[in-house]
C-alpha cells in the first residue's frame, strides 16, 4: 500500500489560485532564454545553472554552453577541461562534473529517460530537478518545490510548513492540464512578486486567496556572513601569467586554476607561497588592488600583490588560452581586473 500524507490545502480555493496564477503568468512572465523550449536537455542546463546563482548572471553562460555544447551527444563527449572552462565564473563545479557524468550515462543509454522516477537516476539530478524536466519538457504531472515556491506556500498558508509538507501542498495545487507553466509560474511568482523581502502585495493577483499579505515571521535568523582576507601573487612573463591548479582531492574546486595563493606570515599549509604583510610595509611594497569577494557563507577582501619569486609548483600560461582555462571564478575575476581576460 502507498503511503498517504494528509491533505494540506494552502487556499481556500485551488481552482481560483490556478487560474490567477496562470493567467498572471502568461502576461507577465520574463522572456528568459530557456522559455519557449521543450528540449530537455536545454531545460536540464537552465535548471542545474540556475541552482544557487542569479538569473543575470546565468545568461551569459547559458548561451556560451550551448554554443559549445549544443546537445548532449556534444557534452558527453566533451574533455572535462573544456566542460569546467565553460563553467567558469559559475561557481559549484560539482554541477558540471554532474552534469557531464549525466550526459555520458544517457549517450551509454541511449535515450533521454523522460519520466521524473526515471531522471532521479542520472548523476546530479534530484527530486526538484528531475520534476522540473519531466513537467516542462514531457507535461508531467507533477509539481516542483525549490526556495520561491517554499516561501509562496509558506505566506499563502500562513503557517510555517515543513519541507515534507510544502511538496504535499505543491502536488495538491499543481494545475494538471499545464504542469510545466504552472511549475514556472510558481518559481516565477516567488522570484518576482512573492519576493524574500518586502513582497509585492499591492499587485498581487493572488491578494485574496493568501493568509499572509506580507512577510511570514521566521523563527530562524540568517546564519551571518564570515569575514576573511586573502592575498594572491599575480606574476607575468610577456604574455603569460603564473597560475597553478588545486589538488584534485580539494573539497573546493578540485582541478581549477587560481592564482599563486600568499599565506599570512608562513602559517599555511604546503604549496603556498608565505607573505607577510610588516615586512611588506618595511619594504614599501604597495599591493597592485583590492577587490571583494564571496563565497558561500563568507565574504573575502582579497589583496593582489605583484608577484614575486615563487617556490610552489606553479605553470605559465598564455594570456590567449586563458579563456580555454578551468578558472576559479575569484582568478576570472582578477585576471579580469588585470585586463588579462
Ligand atoms: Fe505573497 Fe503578498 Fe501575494 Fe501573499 S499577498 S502571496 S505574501 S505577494
Excluded at 83 to 91: F, K, Q
Excluded at 224 to 237: G, S, T, Y
Amino acid at each position: 500500500m502507498p503511503r498517504t500524507h494528509p491533505s494540506i490545502l494552502v487556499v481556500p480555493s485551488s481552482s481560483r489560485y490556478r487560474t490567477a496564477l496562470l493567467s498572471w503568468y502568461d502576461s507577465h512572465r520574463r522572456d528568459l532564454p530557456w522559455r519557449g523550449t521543450r528540449d530537455p536537455y536545454r531545460i536540464w542546463l537552465s535548471e542545474i545553472m540556475l541552482q544557487q546563482t542569479r538569473v543575470a548572471a546565468v545568461i551569459e553562460h547559458y548561451y556560451e554552453f550551448l554554443r559549445r555544447f549544443p546537445t548532449v551527444e556534444k557534452l558527453a563527449r566533451a574533455r572535462e577541461a573544456s566542460v569546467l572552462a565553460a563553467w567558469s565564473g559559475l561557481g559549484y563545479y560539482r554541477r558540471a562534473r554532474m552534469m557531464h557524468a549525466a550526459a555520458k550515462q544517457i549517450v551509454r543509454e541511449g535515450k533521454f529517460p523522460e519520466a521524473s522516477e526515471e531522471l532521479r537516476n542520472l548523476p546530479g539530478i534530484g527530486r526538484y530537478t528531475a520534476a522540473a524536466i519531466a513537467s516542462i519538457a514531457f507535461n508531467e504531472s507533477v509539481a516542483v518545490v525549490d526556495g520561491n515556491v517554499e516561501r509562496v506556500l509558506r505566506r499563502l498558508s500562513g503557517k510555517l510548513l515543513s519541507l515534507r509538507e510544502c511538496w504535499t501542498a505543491a502536488a495538491e495545487l499543481l494545475d494538471s492540464t499545464r504542469p510545466g507553466d504552472f511549475n514556472q509560474a510558481m518559481m516565477e511568482f516567488g522570484a518576482v512578486v512573492c519576493t524574500p523581502r518586502m513582497p509585492g502585495c499591492l499587485t498581487c493577483p493572488v491578494v485574496d486567496l493568501c493568509a499572509t499579505r506580507g512577510e511570514l515571521p521566521s523563527q530562524s535568523k540568517p546564519a551571518p556572513q564570515r569575514k576573511k582576507e586573502i592575498h594572491f601573487a599575480l606574476r607575468c612573463r610577456g604574455r603569460a601569467v603564473l597560475l597553478v591548479r588545486r589538488a584534485m582531492n580539494a573539497s573546493l574546486m578540485p582541478g581549477m586554476w587560481e592564482l599563486p595563493e600568499m599565506r599570512v606570515n608562513g602559517a599555511g599549509a604546503a604549496g603556498k607561497q608565505t607573505f607577510s604583510p610588516s615586512s611588506a610595509k618595511r619594504r614599501k611594497d604597495k599591493p597592485l588592488y583590492k577587490l571583494r569577494h564571496a563565497i558561500t557563507v563568507t565574504d573575502y577582501s582579497v589583496t593582489v600583490w605583484r608577484g614575486r619569486r615563487t617556490k610552489v609548483d606553479a605553470k605559465w600560461i598564455p594570456v590567449d588560452r586563458l579563456k580555454q582555462m578551468p578558472l576559479t571564478g575569484l582568478a576570472r575575476k582578477i585576471l579580469r581586473k588585470a585586463e588579462m581576460l
